[in-house]
């Protein structure tokens, strides 16, 4: 699956209010119903616990849903693992959505540009 450019933008400081302070490029944020709480990793360091006020400013506006619904994008839930992760990129800020698989190459290379273009 190709990333998918996230519509919307990122609520300002958005890795690190969720927790994020190393500064890794790729960051993947997505919801673990383990411990039905937010998460984050960037390949190397990782977070279940991260704040789940920051994660919900992004993911809950009624044009976000509505948008990740119609593309059939879960991000994980208190009942379902995710099925995509978000990707943010810390170099542009931008964020992508993609399936896990292809999220944890970008995450543990920390490259977008060959499937970005």
């Not at 789940?52 to 994980?76: D, Q």
């Not at 379902?80 to 399936?99: E, I, M």
């Amino acid at each position: 699956m190709a990333l998918i450019p996230l519509p919307f933008p990122l609520p300002d400081a958005f890795p690190e209010r969720l927790g994020s302070h190393h500064g890794r490029r790729i960051l993947a944020v997505f919801w673990d119903p383990l411990g039905d709480e937010a998460a984050f990793t960037d390949g190397v360091h990782s977070l279940v616990g991260a704040d789940p006020y920051v994660y919900w400013e992004l993911t809950r506006p009624p044009a976000v849903r509505a948008w990740l619904w119609e593309h059939g994008i879960e991000l994980g839930n208190s009942d379902q693992l995710a099925t995509h992760w978000l990707l943010v990129d810390r170099l542009t800020g931008r964020a992508y959505v993609c399936d896990v698989a292809a999220a944890r190459d970008h995450v543990r290379t920390q490259i977008l540009e060959d499937w970005t273009g």
